[in-house]
C-alpha cells in the first residue's frame, strides 16, 4: 500500500486544531519520511479523527425498508457502508437487537447479519453492538456461543418488553410492532402476553450474559436506565457504558462513577430528544453525555459536533472528542479516535468554511474509502 500525506490542513491533535501535514503508512500514522508517498491537498479543510459509531441501528432500513420487506443481507450491508462512509464514520458499532419477536430482531435475522458482515473484507470496519433483549431466553445460548466466538464487540441489555406489554391495548401502536415481526395483531398480541410470563428467569439469564461478556472482555452497556439504581445494578456486572438514561440524575451518577453516557446525536441536531428526554446537547455541555451515537440517523454525527461549537461552550476539539475520542475508548479501542503517531489512520476530512460542515474525504486505516469530487481533485 503506498504511503499517502495529507498536506496543509488543520489537523486535530492533542486537543487542538494545527495546520500542518501527516504521512499515513501501512495503515498508521507515521512519524517519517515518504518521497513516494501520494498526496492529498488538504488546504482549507479540517483534518479529524474518522468518527467511531458505538451505537447505531440506521442499517435495519436497507435491511427492511418496509415492514415485511427484506432485501439481501449483502446489498442491506454494501449501502449500509456507503452511507456510513459518505458521513465520515470509520467505525461502526452496529446495533443488532435480538428479540423474541420474529422477523427484523429475530434469531433468523441475527444469523443472517452475522454472516452477511463475516462474508467479505469492508473498507468500514463494523462490528456488532449486541442489542440482547432481557425475555428472549431461547437465544440465550446461541447469544453467549456469538460472544465467546469473537462475532460480538459490544453487549447491550435492553428491555423492550414491559413497554411493548403496556401498548398491547392500543391498536395502532401494537400493529407497528407486529408489522415488523410480520405477524397479525392478535397473534403477536398473544406471543407477547406469553413471553411476558417469562419475567422470574430473566435476572439468571441476564448475569449468564453478563458473565460471558466479561470473559470474553468485550465492553458493556445498559439502555434506558430509568434509575440510579438501576445504573448501579448494571455496573456492577460490569457495564460501564449508560446508554440513553432516562434521567439527567441517572447521568450525572453514571459520569460520577466513571461511566460513559452515550446519547443519540440526532437530539443534538433536532434540537430536543424524539422521545421527549432530556437535550443531549445541554448535557453534552455539562460533562454529563459524553459520548454522541447516530442511533437511527447516520448524518448526525458529522453535523452535531459543529452544532455544539457552535453554541459557544464546547470548542471544536471538545465537542468533536465526543464522536471520536470518547466513544473509541468506551468501546475498548485505544488504536483510534484520535490522531497521533502510531495510530490507525483513520480520518475525516471537512469543510467547514460553509453554513454546514461539508464532508470531502473519508480515510479507513490510511486509504481513501470516500470522496467527493472535490476530493478525487485534491487528491494527488
Same mark, same amino acid.
Given at each position: 500500500?503506498?504511503?499517502?500525506?495529507?498536506?496543509?490542513?488543520?489537523?486535530?491533535?492533542?486537543?487542538?486544531?494545527?495546520?500542518?501535514?501527516?504521512?499515513?503508512?501501512?495503515? %498508521?500514522?507515521?512519524? +517519517?519520511?515518504?518521497? *513516494?508517498? !501520494?498526496?492529498? /491537498?488538504?488546504?482549507?479543510? $479540517?483534518?479529524?479523527? @474518522? =468518527?467511531?459509531?458505538?451505537?447505531?441501528?440506521?442499517?435495519?432500513?436497507?435491511?427492511?425498508? %418496509?415492514?415485511?420487506? +427484506?432485501?439481501?443481507? *449483502?446489498? !442491506?450491508?454494501? /449501502?449500509?457502508?456507503?452511507? $456510513?462512509?459518505?458521513? @465520515? =464514520?470509520?467505525?461502526?458499532?452496529?446495533?443488532?437487537?435480538?428479540?423474541?419477536?420474529?422477523?427484523?430482531?429475530?434469531?433468523?435475522?441475527?444469523?443472517?447479519?452475522?454472516?452477511?458482515?463475516?462474508?467479505?473484507?469492508?473498507?468500514?470496519?463494523?462490528?456488532?453492538?449486541?442489542?440482547?433483549?432481557a425475555f428472549n431466553l431461547d437465544a440465550l445460548?446461541?447469544?453467549?456461543?456469538?460472544?465467546?466466538?469473537?462475532?460480538?464487540?459490544?453487549?447491550?441489555?435492553?428491555?423492550?418488553?414491559?413497554?411493548?406489554?403496556?401498548?398491547?391495548?392500543?391498536?395502532?401502536?401494537?400493529?407497528?410492532?407486529?408489522?415488523?415481526?410480520?405477524?397479525?395483531?392478535?397473534?403477536?398480541?398473544?406471543?407477547?402476553?406469553?413471553?411476558?410470563?417469562?419475567?422470574?428467569?430473566?435476572?439468571?439469564?441476564?448475569?449468564?450474559?453478563?458473565?460471558?461478556?466479561?470473559?470474553?472482555?468485550?465492553?458493556?452497556?445498559?439502555?434506558?436506565?430509568?434509575?440510579?439504581?438501576?445504573?448501579?445494578?448494571?455496573?456492577?456486572?460490569?457495564?460501564?457504558?449508560?446508554?440513553?438514561?432516562?434521567?439527567?440524575?441517572?447521568?450525572?451518577?453514571?459520569?460520577?462513577?466513571?461511566?460513559?453516557?452515550?446519547?443519540?446525536?440526532?437530539?443534538?441536531?433536532?434540537?430536543?430528544?424524539?422521545?421527549?428526554?432530556?437535550?443531549?446537547?445541554?448535557?453534552?455541555?455539562?460533562?454529563?453525555?459524553?459520548?454522541?451515537?447516530?442511533?437511527?440517523?447516520?448524518?448526525?454525527?458529522?453535523?452535531a459536533p459543529f452544532l455544539l461549537a457552535g453554541?459557544?461552550?464546547?470548542?471544536?476539539?471538545?465537542?468533536?472528542?465526543?464522536?471520536?475520542?470518547?466513544?473509541?475508548?468506551?468501546?475498548?479501542?485505544?488504536?483510534r479516535g484520535r490522531i497521533a503517531p502510531g495510530?490507525?489512520?483513520?480520518?475525516?476530512?471537512?469543510?467547514?468554511?460553509?453554513?454546514?460542515?461539508?464532508?470531502?474525504?473519508?480515510?479507513?486505516?490510511?486509504?481513501?474509502?470516500?470522496?467527493?469530487?472535490?476530493?478525487?481533485?485534491?487528491?494527488?
Amino acid at each position: 500500500m503506498r504511503p499517502l500525506r495529507i498536506n496543509g490542513g488543520q489537523v486535530l491533535t492533542e486537543g487542538r486544531l494545527i495546520e500542518g501535514d501527516l504521512l499515513l503508512r501501512d495503515g %498508521r500514522i507515521d512519524r +517519517g519520511t515518504a518521497p *513516494d508517498a !501520494a498526496s492529498f /491537498d488538504a488546504r482549507g479543510l $479540517l483534518v479529524l479523527p @474518522g =468518527i467511531v459509531d458505538l451505537h447505531g441501528d440506521a442499517f435495519e432500513r436497507q435491511v427492511q425498508p %418496509r415492514p415485511g420487506i +427484506g432485501f439481501p443481507i *449483502d446489498l !442491506a450491508l454494501e /449501502d449500509t457502508e456507503r452511507q $456510513l462512509l459518505a458521513c @465520515g =464514520i470509520t467505525t461502526a458499532f452496529h446495533g443488532m437487537t435480538l428479540s423474541w419477536e420474529p422477523g427484523l430482531r429475530s434469531a433468523e435475522a441475527w444469523r443472517v447479519m452475522l454472516d452477511g458482515l463475516a462474508a467479505r473484507a469492508w473498507a468500514c470496519d463494523m462490528r456488532v453492538h449486541l442489542r440482547w433483549e432481557a425475555f428472549n431466553l431461547d437465544a440465550l445460548d446461541m447469544a453467549i456461543a456469538d460472544i465467546a466466538a469473537g462475532r460480538v464487540h459490544l453487549l447491550a441489555f435492553n428491555d423492550h418488553t414491559p413497554s411493548i406489554l403496556r401498548k398491547l391495548g392500543d391498536a395502532t401502536t401494537a400493529a407497528k410492532y407486529s408489522d415488523r415481526a410480520g405477524m397479525k395483531l392478535d397473534d403477536f398480541r398473544e406471543l407477547a402476553i406469553r413471553i411476558g410470563a417469562r419475567g422470574p428467569d430473566v435476572p439468571a439469564a441476564q448475569a449468564r450474559i453478563a458473565a460471558a461478556a466479561r470473559a470474553a472482555g468485550i465492553p458493556m452497556a445498559s439502555h434506558d436506565d430509568d434509575s440510579i439504581a438501576t445504573r448501579d445494578a448494571f455496573r456492577g456486572e460490569g457495564a460501564r457504558i449508560c446508554e440513553f438514561p432516562m434521567a439527567e440524575e441517572v447521568g450525572a451518577a453514571a459520569v460520577a462513577a466513571g461511566d460513559a453516557v452515550a446519547m443519540g446525536a440526532p437530539n443534538v441536531v433536532r434540537g430536543k430528544s424524539h422521545l421527549g428526554w432530556a437535550s443531549a446537547a445541554r448535557l453534552a455541555e455539562a460533562g454529563i453525555c459524553t459520548v454522541l451515537c447516530s442511533d437511527y440517523f447516520y448524518p448526525c454525527l458529522l453535523r452535531a459536533p459543529f452544532l455544539l461549537a457552535g453554541r459557544g461552550v464546547l470548542d471544536l476539539p471538545r465537542a468533536w472528542a465526543l464522536v471520536a475520542a470518547h466513544p473509541a475508548a468506551a468501546g475498548g479501542l485505544d488504536d483510534r479516535g484520535r490522531i497521533a503517531p502510531g495510530l490507525r489512520a483513520d480520518l475525516a476530512l471537512v469543510d467547514a468554511t460553509g453554513a454546514a460542515p461539508r464532508l470531502v474525504a473519508t480515510i479507513v486505516a490510511g486509504v481513501p474509502a470516500h470522496l467527493t469530487a472535490e476530493g478525487w481533485a485534491r487528491l494527488g
